[in-house]
């Protein structure tokens, strides 16, 4: 039975997972490059490494979660990454949504370790962090997912295998694909509604539990309207996942106006410098 983990990247997300895995009972040693926004999960219990590859040294199961490709990419192959002093038997888990082709990569170098991975990106946001009921979407080997199954249902409600190496971050990518457009469609409801002169909030009453409701409409909408545009996802990053969507579509030979259209709306957000707010400040670009 698994009691030792690892957690590498402890932000909005990350930081709520962790606190579940120590209400568990699970020895966890994390590492974050910026220690102080650690320090509430010190408090409870968590043990700090200096490094990657200190947080590594006992753990049976590692999990990361990363902003960009890139800093996955270090976390495992750079210096004092994961790869430095991994152990044949230990289970890399990356909760980043990445690439596919980065899936691959660990996974690869992990079975020549004589490890093994599993990608297992996640959708949810912080509101499905912290209340342990992440959606979370894995590739790999099969009875290896099964194995860490456990661990992941902590945190997570809907976990499905998909499944070779790289299949979580495909599904991921269909998943961002589907709330790219659908987070157009939740801003013009809303500003549509307000210049009919009805209140958006008696219509996301009528609207949300009906044909057109989703996750976007039920949970980001209402933050429209207050005002509240902290990030419970990142529109940096949310950028950054499109880019990898219409880059794995661009090789598929697959069009995807929507999403360009998308892109492009949260491209201008990044450049007026909305980069760090959450992807509900889309309804901010139709009050100009």
């Known amino acids: 039975m698994v009691k030792n983990i690892a957690f590498i990247g402890t932000g909005v997300m990350g930081r709520s997972i962790v606190r579940h895995l120590l209400k568990a009972d699970y ?22 490494a200096d490094t990657p590859s200190k947080a590594v040294d006992v753990a049976e199961v590692i999990f990361t979660m990363a902003g960009y490709p890139a800093d996955v990419e270090s976390i495992y192959f750079g210096e004092n990454g994961i790869f430095e002093s991994g152990k044949a038997g230990q289970i890399v888990v990356d909760m980043t949504t990445s690439s596919p082709e980065l899936a691959k990569m660990i996974a690869n170098r992990a079975t020549e370790m004589q490890m093994s991975s599993i990608d297992a990106p996640v959708s949810g946001g912080d509101v499905g962090a912290q209340n342990g009921i992440l959606s979370i979407m894995c590739g790999g080997d099969e009875i290896v997912f099964e194995k860490i199954q456990p661990i992941l249902q902590v945190f997570g409600k809907d976990i499905v295998y998909q499944g070779v190496a790289g299949a979580g971050q495909h599904t991921k990518m269909a998943n961002q694909i589907a709330i790219a457009t659908n987070m157009i469609g939740v801003c013009e409801a809303i500003v549509y509604a307000e210049k009919a002169g009805l209140d958006p909030r008696t219509v996301l009453s009528s609207i949300a539990s009906g044909a057109a409701g989703s996750w976007s409409l039920s949970n980001l909408a209402p933050r429209m309207l207050e005002g509240d545009f902290k990030p419970g996802f990142y529109v940096k990053h949310f950028l950054k996942d499109m880019d990898i969507a219409l880059s794995e579509a661009e090789m598929m030979e697959l069009e995807l106006p929507g999403l360009k259209l998308a892109r492009s709306m949260y491209n ?20 100009s």
Request: net charge positive; glycine share 10%; aromatic share 12%.
């Open 27 to 48: 020895n966890v040693t994390i590492y974050t490059r910026t220690k102080s926004k650690a320090e509430s999960l010190l408090t409870e219990g968590a043990v700090w």
């Open 268 to 287: 201008e957000l990044v450049t007026k410098g909305y980069g760090d707010k959450g992807t509900q400040v889309l309804y901010e670009k139709y009050q």
